[in-house]
């Protein structure tokens, strides 16, 4: 689950997707923000046995998760029995959750001429079987029906 992009700023402590692949996570702290991307400092750690990673790197804001184990005070939780609790604590919890970045889904709506499901606006139907502007169409037969549809009735109105 990747950070809010609103909510990512220089001095949080972040979980990086390195690779992008989900395997090679890192974890870093947000130096500051260029255009697109984020320089993370990656802190010196024993970590060359299993091929970890040190130093200053551009990553783009998908590939940032929330470090868990800091609090929103940039305490880290180390492994006493106090901040375990606090890290399932309500408090804690809603914090995290708060940072998470759910794709937005379009919602699905169902064309009411051809009823093929569509993602996006969708199209009014008038004057095509009498349907309401509520219903909405998909492009398709917006441009297969609908539309010659419309110009047949400006026909008939001239004529
Ligand atoms: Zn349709």
Not at 130 to 158: G, H, M, Q, T
Request: aromatic share 8%; charged share 35%.
């Amino acid at each position: 689950m990747s950070i809010k992009p609103e909510k990512i700023k220089p001095g949080l402590h972040v979980c990086i997707d390195f690779k992008g692949n989900g395997y090679f996570i890192e974890r870093g702290k947000v130096i500051r923000k260029l255009r697109k991307n984020w320089p993370i400092h990656i802190p010196d750690r024993d970590l060359n046995s299993i091929g970890g990673v040190n130093g200053q790197y551009s990553i783009p804001p998908n590939r940032l998760m929330l470090d868990l184990t800091f609090t929103k005070d940039g305490r880290a939780l180390m492994a006493n029995r106090e901040d375990h609790n606090y890290m399932w604590s309500k408090e804690h919890i809603d914090y995290c959750k708060s940072y998470d970045h759910e794709e937005k889904k379009e919602p699905v709506k169902t064309c009411s001429i051809c009823k093929k499901k569509f993602v996006g606006l969708g199209n009014n139907p008038q004057p095509v079987k009498n349907l309401s502007v509520d219903d909405r169409c998909c492009d398709d037969c917006n441009k297969a029906v609908v539309i010659p549809r419309r110009f047949r009735e400006v026909d008939k109105e001239i004529n």
